[in-house]
Protein backbone atom coordinates (compact mmCIF):
# COMPACT_ATOMS: atom_id res chain seq x y z
CA UNK A 1 0.00 0.00 0.00
CA UNK A 2 1.54 3.59 -1.14
CA UNK A 3 1.95 6.50 1.59
CA UNK A 4 0.52 9.11 -1.14
CA UNK A 5 -0.85 10.90 1.73
CA UNK A 6 2.56 11.27 3.22
CA UNK A 7 4.41 12.52 -0.05
CA UNK A 8 3.95 16.01 0.50
CA UNK A 9 4.59 15.84 4.57
CA UNK A 10 7.58 17.41 5.84
CA UNK A 11 10.26 14.87 7.12
CA UNK A 12 11.24 13.96 10.15
CA UNK A 13 14.40 15.23 10.43
CA UNK A 14 14.69 17.96 7.41
CA UNK A 15 16.27 20.89 8.94
CA UNK A 16 19.41 22.14 11.33
CA UNK A 17 21.22 18.19 10.73
CA UNK A 18 24.42 17.94 13.04
CA UNK A 19 27.53 19.46 11.41
CA UNK A 20 29.59 16.66 9.81
CA UNK A 21 32.17 15.83 12.41
CA UNK A 22 30.17 16.75 15.63
CA UNK A 23 32.37 15.44 18.94
CA UNK A 24 30.33 13.08 20.68
CA UNK A 25 32.31 12.50 23.97
CA UNK A 26 30.26 12.85 27.03
CA UNK A 27 31.59 16.77 27.80
CA UNK A 28 29.93 17.77 24.74
CA UNK A 29 26.40 15.95 24.90
CA UNK A 30 25.12 19.37 25.54
CA UNK A 31 26.92 20.78 22.78
CA UNK A 32 25.20 18.10 20.96
CA UNK A 33 21.83 18.70 21.92
CA UNK A 34 22.44 22.37 20.58
CA UNK A 35 23.75 21.88 17.45
CA UNK A 36 21.34 18.58 16.94
CA UNK A 37 18.05 18.05 15.02
CA UNK A 38 16.44 21.33 15.53
CA UNK A 39 13.90 20.31 12.50
CA UNK A 40 12.27 18.17 15.01
CA UNK A 41 10.15 20.43 17.30
CA UNK A 42 10.13 19.36 21.25
CA UNK A 43 7.07 19.30 22.81
CA UNK A 44 5.75 22.43 24.67
CA UNK A 45 4.65 20.89 27.92
CA UNK A 46 6.21 18.55 30.09
CA UNK A 47 5.93 16.39 33.09
CA UNK A 48 8.01 17.22 36.33
CA UNK A 49 10.85 15.04 36.29
CA UNK A 50 13.56 13.68 39.15
CA UNK A 51 16.57 15.95 39.16
CA UNK A 52 18.68 13.04 37.97
CA UNK A 53 16.44 13.37 34.43
CA UNK A 54 17.67 17.05 33.83
CA UNK A 55 21.01 17.10 33.17
CA UNK A 56 22.90 15.07 30.57
CA UNK A 57 25.75 14.51 33.08
CA UNK A 58 23.26 12.03 34.93
CA UNK A 59 24.09 9.40 32.22
CA UNK A 60 27.64 9.77 32.04
CA UNK A 61 27.56 9.31 35.99
CA UNK A 62 25.72 6.64 36.63
CA UNK A 63 28.19 4.39 33.78
CA UNK A 64 31.28 5.66 35.92
CA UNK A 65 29.49 5.16 39.46
CA UNK A 66 28.22 1.14 37.97
CA UNK A 67 31.71 0.34 36.97
CA UNK A 68 32.80 1.33 40.67
CA UNK A 69 30.04 -0.18 42.22
CA UNK A 70 31.95 -3.34 43.86
CA UNK A 71 34.47 -0.85 45.14
CA UNK A 72 32.06 1.42 46.28
CA UNK A 73 30.16 -0.71 48.73
CA UNK A 74 33.38 -2.16 50.25
CA UNK A 75 34.62 1.74 51.46
CA UNK A 76 31.01 2.02 52.57
CA UNK A 77 31.25 -0.78 54.47
CA UNK A 78 34.35 -0.51 55.77
CA UNK A 79 33.17 3.25 56.56
CA UNK A 80 30.38 1.96 58.56
CA UNK A 81 32.83 -0.79 60.58
CA UNK A 82 35.51 2.34 61.47
CA UNK A 83 32.85 4.73 62.27
CA UNK A 84 31.24 2.12 65.12
CA UNK A 85 34.57 1.04 66.19
CA UNK A 86 35.51 5.15 66.63
CA UNK A 87 32.24 5.90 68.56
CA UNK A 88 33.04 3.32 70.81
CA UNK A 89 36.40 4.82 71.37
CA UNK A 90 35.43 8.03 71.53
CA UNK A 91 32.67 6.82 74.33
CA UNK A 92 35.60 5.58 75.97
CA UNK A 93 37.92 7.95 75.81
CA UNK A 94 35.48 10.34 76.89
CA UNK A 95 34.79 8.77 80.49
CA UNK A 96 38.84 8.71 80.95
CA UNK A 97 38.94 12.51 79.56
CA UNK A 98 36.04 14.39 81.74
CA UNK A 99 38.57 16.00 83.67
CA UNK A 100 40.74 16.84 81.07
CA UNK A 101 40.15 20.83 79.50
CA UNK A 102 37.93 20.99 76.69
CA UNK A 103 40.65 21.75 73.97
CA UNK A 104 42.00 18.58 74.75
CA UNK A 105 38.54 16.67 74.67
CA UNK A 106 38.16 18.15 71.38
CA UNK A 107 41.14 17.11 69.63
CA UNK A 108 40.94 13.61 70.86
CA UNK A 109 37.01 13.06 69.43
CA UNK A 110 38.10 14.75 65.77
CA UNK A 111 37.82 12.28 63.01
CA UNK A 112 41.04 12.15 60.99
CA UNK A 113 40.54 13.47 57.51
CA UNK A 114 43.56 11.48 56.35
CA UNK A 115 41.47 8.34 57.16
CA UNK A 116 39.06 8.49 53.93
CA UNK A 117 35.58 8.43 56.13
CA UNK A 118 32.44 9.41 54.63
CA UNK A 119 30.22 11.90 56.67
CA UNK A 120 26.67 10.88 56.82
CA UNK A 121 25.55 13.00 54.44
CA UNK A 122 28.30 12.17 51.74
CA UNK A 123 27.75 8.46 52.22
CA UNK A 124 23.79 9.20 51.62
CA UNK A 125 24.44 11.14 48.47
CA UNK A 126 26.93 8.55 46.81
CA UNK A 127 24.50 5.82 47.88
CA UNK A 128 21.48 7.50 46.07
CA UNK A 129 23.46 7.69 42.96
CA UNK A 130 24.48 4.20 43.00
CA UNK A 131 20.98 3.34 43.09
CA UNK A 132 20.15 5.61 40.69
CA UNK A 133 23.12 3.70 37.80
CA UNK A 134 21.86 0.57 39.41
CA UNK A 135 18.35 1.11 37.61
CA UNK A 136 20.17 1.11 34.35
CA UNK A 137 21.78 -2.29 35.08
CA UNK A 138 18.78 -3.98 36.45
CA UNK A 139 16.70 -2.58 33.17
CA UNK A 140 18.42 -4.73 31.24
CA UNK A 141 19.31 -7.78 33.28
CA UNK A 142 15.89 -8.02 35.09
CA UNK A 143 17.19 -8.37 38.86
CA UNK A 144 16.83 -6.66 41.56
CA UNK A 145 19.43 -5.41 44.14
CA UNK A 146 20.18 -6.65 46.66
CA UNK A 147 19.51 -5.24 50.09
CA UNK A 148 23.44 -3.54 50.28
CA UNK A 149 22.43 -2.33 46.83
CA UNK A 150 24.48 -4.39 44.86
CA UNK A 151 23.47 -6.12 41.93
CA UNK A 152 24.79 -9.49 40.52
CA UNK A 153 24.52 -10.05 36.43
CA UNK A 154 22.68 -13.12 35.78
CA UNK A 155 23.69 -15.59 32.72
CA UNK A 156 22.10 -14.29 29.34
CA UNK A 157 18.99 -15.93 28.93
CA UNK A 158 18.10 -16.64 25.48
CA UNK A 159 15.01 -16.04 23.68
CA UNK A 160 15.69 -18.16 20.40
CA UNK A 161 15.63 -21.64 19.29
CA UNK A 162 18.67 -22.90 18.01
CA UNK A 163 17.43 -22.30 14.44
CA UNK A 164 16.61 -19.01 14.96
CA UNK A 165 17.75 -16.06 14.35
CA UNK A 166 16.19 -12.98 15.79
CA UNK A 167 17.21 -9.02 14.56
CA UNK A 168 16.71 -6.18 16.23
CA UNK A 169 16.56 -2.76 14.04
CA UNK A 170 15.96 0.52 15.82
CA UNK A 171 16.55 4.36 15.24
CA UNK A 172 16.95 5.39 19.18
CA UNK A 173 16.94 9.17 18.48
CA UNK A 174 20.61 9.61 20.11
CA UNK A 175 20.79 13.08 19.75
CA UNK A 176 17.36 14.07 21.60
CA UNK A 177 18.55 14.25 25.40
CA UNK A 178 15.45 15.16 26.56
CA UNK A 179 14.70 12.58 29.34
CA UNK A 180 17.70 10.41 28.32
CA UNK A 181 17.63 8.65 31.66
CA UNK A 182 14.16 6.97 31.04
CA UNK A 183 14.49 6.51 27.57
CA UNK A 184 18.15 4.83 27.91
CA UNK A 185 16.67 2.19 30.42
CA UNK A 186 13.81 1.96 29.08
CA UNK A 187 16.12 0.85 26.14
CA UNK A 188 18.16 -1.44 27.97
CA UNK A 189 14.92 -2.91 29.13
CA UNK A 190 13.61 -3.96 25.50
CA UNK A 191 16.97 -5.07 24.40
CA UNK A 192 17.45 -7.05 27.73
CA UNK A 193 14.21 -8.38 27.00
CA UNK A 194 14.44 -9.35 23.60
CA UNK A 195 18.49 -10.47 23.60
CA UNK A 196 18.22 -10.51 19.82
CA UNK A 197 21.21 -12.18 18.41
CA UNK A 198 21.71 -8.79 16.21
CA UNK A 199 20.93 -5.80 16.97
CA UNK A 200 21.18 -2.79 14.37
CA UNK A 201 21.02 0.85 15.80
CA UNK A 202 21.04 4.36 14.53
CA UNK A 203 21.63 7.63 15.63
CA UNK A 204 23.88 6.61 18.40
CA UNK A 205 26.17 8.89 19.92
CA UNK A 206 29.80 8.55 21.66
CA UNK A 207 28.25 8.52 25.08
CA UNK A 208 25.23 6.60 24.20
CA UNK A 209 27.89 3.89 23.31
CA UNK A 210 30.02 4.09 26.23
CA UNK A 211 26.80 3.46 28.08
CA UNK A 212 25.48 0.27 26.42
CA UNK A 213 28.92 -0.81 25.95
CA UNK A 214 29.20 -0.80 30.22
CA UNK A 215 26.28 -3.00 30.71
CA UNK A 216 25.78 -5.18 27.93
CA UNK A 217 29.19 -7.32 27.94
CA UNK A 218 27.18 -9.99 26.56
CA UNK A 219 27.22 -8.48 22.90
CA UNK A 220 30.40 -8.06 20.59
CA UNK A 221 30.15 -3.72 19.22
CA UNK A 222 30.94 -2.58 15.46
CA UNK A 223 30.37 0.74 14.84
CA UNK A 224 30.21 3.16 11.80
CA UNK A 225 32.08 5.66 13.38
CA UNK A 226 33.55 7.31 16.36
CA UNK A 227 32.34 10.60 16.67
CA UNK A 228 29.17 12.70 15.43
CA UNK A 229 26.25 9.86 15.59
CA UNK A 230 26.32 7.21 13.58
CA UNK A 231 25.10 3.49 13.31
CA UNK A 232 25.85 -0.18 15.05
CA UNK A 233 25.87 -3.17 14.96
CA UNK A 234 25.53 -5.29 18.56
CA UNK A 235 26.48 -9.00 17.95
CA UNK A 236 25.36 -11.25 20.61
CA UNK A 237 28.45 -13.42 21.85
CA UNK A 238 28.22 -17.14 22.35
CA UNK A 239 25.53 -16.89 19.47
CA UNK A 240 27.35 -15.07 16.50
CA UNK A 241 30.58 -14.97 15.89
CA UNK A 242 32.19 -11.66 14.37
CA UNK A 243 34.87 -12.24 11.37
CA UNK A 244 35.26 -8.82 9.78
CA UNK A 245 33.75 -5.48 8.90
CA UNK A 246 33.75 -3.10 6.36
CA UNK A 247 32.73 0.62 6.70
CA UNK A 248 31.44 1.82 2.51
CA UNK A 249 31.36 5.89 2.66
CA UNK A 250 28.39 7.65 0.43
CA UNK A 251 30.75 9.89 -1.94
CA UNK A 252 28.10 12.71 -1.87
CA UNK A 253 26.41 12.29 1.45
CA UNK A 254 25.72 15.63 3.28
CA UNK A 255 24.92 13.79 6.51
CA UNK A 256 27.86 11.91 7.40
CA UNK A 257 25.84 8.92 6.50
CA UNK A 258 27.76 5.33 5.83
CA UNK A 259 26.78 1.56 5.33
CA UNK A 260 28.05 -0.74 7.68
CA UNK A 261 28.77 -3.93 6.57
CA UNK A 262 29.92 -6.97 9.06
CA UNK A 263 30.50 -10.78 8.06
CA UNK A 264 29.49 -12.96 10.59
CA UNK A 265 28.62 -16.63 11.24
CA UNK A 266 25.79 -18.03 13.07
CA UNK A 267 26.07 -20.86 14.39
CA UNK A 268 28.58 -21.95 11.76
CA UNK A 269 25.82 -20.65 9.31
CA UNK A 270 27.53 -17.72 7.08
CA UNK A 271 25.68 -13.86 7.55
CA UNK A 272 26.68 -11.18 5.87
CA UNK A 273 24.60 -8.22 8.41
CA UNK A 274 24.71 -4.38 6.57
CA UNK A 275 22.98 -0.80 8.15
CA UNK A 276 22.76 2.07 7.81
CA UNK A 277 20.90 5.72 8.24
CA UNK A 278 20.10 6.71 4.53
CA UNK A 279 19.98 10.55 4.03
CA UNK A 280 17.39 12.51 5.11
CA UNK A 281 14.69 15.09 4.01
CA UNK A 282 12.15 14.84 1.25
CA UNK A 283 14.35 17.41 -0.58
CA UNK A 284 17.22 14.87 -0.57
CA UNK A 285 15.36 12.24 -2.13
CA UNK A 286 18.11 11.98 -5.21
CA UNK A 287 20.91 11.09 -2.68
CA UNK A 288 18.90 8.94 -0.86
CA UNK A 289 18.35 6.83 -4.07
CA UNK A 290 21.57 6.84 -4.81
CA UNK A 291 22.30 5.16 -1.01
CA UNK A 292 19.98 3.00 -2.20
CA UNK A 293 21.40 1.96 -4.96
CA UNK A 294 24.66 1.46 -3.32
CA UNK A 295 23.07 -0.97 -0.63
CA UNK A 296 21.48 -3.26 -3.01
CA UNK A 297 24.58 -3.26 -5.01
CA UNK A 298 26.57 -4.71 -2.08
CA UNK A 299 23.76 -7.30 -1.07
CA UNK A 300 23.75 -8.25 -4.30
CA UNK A 301 27.68 -8.69 -4.46
CA UNK A 302 28.07 -10.59 -1.52
CA UNK A 303 29.04 -14.09 -1.46
CA UNK A 304 26.49 -16.04 -2.70
CA UNK A 305 26.46 -18.34 0.34
CA UNK A 306 26.15 -16.02 2.60
CA UNK A 307 22.55 -14.54 3.65
CA UNK A 308 22.54 -11.14 3.70
CA UNK A 309 20.46 -8.98 6.08
CA UNK A 310 20.30 -5.40 6.02
CA UNK A 311 18.55 -3.18 8.59
CA UNK A 312 17.81 0.80 9.14
CA UNK A 313 16.29 4.01 8.96
CA UNK A 314 15.97 4.36 5.37
CA UNK A 315 13.72 7.38 5.30
CA UNK A 316 12.28 5.58 2.02
CA UNK A 317 9.12 6.74 0.84
CA UNK A 318 7.17 3.87 -1.52
CA UNK A 319 7.08 5.93 -4.40
CA UNK A 320 10.90 6.25 -4.57
CA UNK A 321 11.27 2.32 -4.43
CA UNK A 322 8.90 2.44 -7.49
CA UNK A 323 10.91 5.57 -8.70
CA UNK A 324 14.15 2.58 -9.17
CA UNK A 325 11.79 -0.15 -10.63
CA UNK A 326 11.14 -1.75 -7.34
CA UNK A 327 13.44 -4.15 -5.60
CA UNK A 328 16.20 -5.88 -7.40
CA UNK A 329 15.66 -9.80 -8.68
CA UNK A 330 17.29 -11.68 -5.30
CA UNK A 331 16.47 -8.73 -2.70
CA UNK A 332 13.13 -8.88 -0.66
CA UNK A 333 11.62 -6.87 1.88
CA UNK A 334 11.09 -8.74 4.89
CA UNK A 335 7.72 -6.76 5.66
CA UNK A 336 6.32 -7.15 2.19
CA UNK A 337 7.39 -11.02 2.18
CA UNK A 338 5.56 -11.31 5.49
CA UNK A 339 2.41 -10.37 3.59
CA UNK A 340 2.33 -6.40 4.46
CA UNK A 341 1.12 -6.74 7.89
CA UNK A 342 -0.78 -3.77 9.20
CA UNK A 343 0.23 -3.77 12.41
CA UNK A 344 3.88 -2.93 11.69
CA UNK A 345 3.58 -0.76 9.22
CA UNK A 346 4.23 2.60 10.35
CA UNK A 347 7.83 2.72 12.31
CA UNK A 348 7.62 6.44 12.22
CA UNK A 349 4.03 7.43 13.34
CA UNK A 350 3.33 10.76 15.09
CA UNK A 351 -0.15 10.64 15.26
CA UNK A 352 0.80 7.78 18.34
CA UNK A 353 4.37 9.06 19.22
CA UNK A 354 4.79 12.21 20.06
CA UNK A 355 8.24 13.02 21.34
CA UNK A 356 8.54 15.70 18.51
CA UNK A 357 5.91 18.25 18.48
CA UNK A 358 4.67 17.93 14.28
CA UNK A 359 1.51 19.48 12.95
CA UNK A 360 0.48 17.04 10.95
CA UNK A 361 -0.08 13.27 11.75
CA UNK A 362 2.37 11.42 9.68
CA UNK A 363 2.61 7.79 9.35
CA UNK A 364 5.62 6.53 7.02
CA UNK A 365 7.32 3.49 6.75
CA UNK A 366 11.08 5.13 7.23
CA UNK A 367 12.41 1.89 8.69
CA UNK A 368 12.69 -1.36 6.41
CA UNK A 369 14.30 -4.74 7.06
CA UNK A 370 15.64 -6.37 3.26
CA UNK A 371 17.29 -9.77 2.87
CA UNK A 372 18.64 -11.57 0.24
CA UNK A 373 18.86 -15.64 1.58
CA UNK A 374 21.18 -18.23 0.21
CA UNK A 375 18.79 -20.97 -1.47
CA UNK A 376 15.72 -22.05 0.85
CA UNK A 377 18.37 -21.33 3.67
CA UNK A 378 17.09 -18.77 5.75
CA UNK A 379 13.61 -17.23 5.76
CA UNK A 380 11.35 -14.42 7.36
CA UNK A 381 9.26 -15.56 10.19
CA UNK A 382 7.79 -12.87 12.26
CA UNK A 383 8.11 -9.28 12.52
CA UNK A 384 6.72 -6.55 15.42
CA UNK A 385 7.10 -3.49 16.55
CA UNK A 386 8.25 -2.45 19.62
CA UNK A 387 8.50 0.49 22.11
CA UNK A 388 4.93 1.07 21.52
CA UNK A 389 4.64 1.81 25.50
CA UNK A 390 4.91 5.35 26.48
CA UNK A 391 7.30 5.81 29.75
CA UNK A 392 6.46 7.60 32.83
CA UNK A 393 7.94 10.53 31.61
CA UNK A 394 5.77 11.11 29.35
CA UNK A 395 8.03 9.82 26.63
CA UNK A 396 8.73 7.13 23.74
CA UNK A 397 11.84 5.66 24.05
CA UNK A 398 12.44 7.54 20.71
CA UNK A 399 10.51 9.23 18.11
CA UNK A 400 10.88 5.98 15.92
CA UNK A 401 9.42 2.44 16.65
CA UNK A 402 11.70 -0.33 17.03
CA UNK A 403 11.98 -3.74 14.87
CA UNK A 404 11.54 -7.06 15.75
CA UNK A 405 12.53 -9.66 13.33
CA UNK A 406 12.83 -13.29 13.67
CA UNK A 407 14.11 -15.41 10.89
CA UNK A 408 14.00 -19.22 10.55
CA UNK A 409 16.83 -21.57 9.71
CA UNK A 410 16.24 -24.55 7.61
CA UNK A 411 17.76 -27.08 4.94
CA UNK A 412 19.53 -25.41 2.17
Not at 10 to 20: A, D, I, L, N, R
Not at 229 to 243: D, E
Not at 301 to 319: C, K, M, Q, S, Y
Amino acid sequence: MDDKSNQGSPSHSCSGEPPVGTKGNPSSLVEIKVNGKTGKKKKNKRRQRPACQNTTESLCSSVEVEDQSKQTKKRSARSKQENSAQKTDRSTRDQSTQTESPESVQTQIETPSDQGINSPATESKSTQTLRSSFTLHQAYWGKSSTVDGSVDELAPQSNSTSNQLTVISWNIDGLDLENVYSRSKGLLSHLGKYRADVVLLQELIPPYVNLLQSIMKDYEFVLGNQEGYFTGILLRKGRVQFLESNIVKYPTTEMNRNLLIANVSFLGHPLCIMTSHLESCKANSQERLNQLRRVWKWMKEAPLDHTVIFGGDTNLRDWEVRKLGGLPNGIFDVWETLGEPEESRYTWDTSINDNKEIPNSIRIRFDRLFFRPAGAQVQPETMTLIGLEKLKCDYFISDHWGILCTFLYGSA
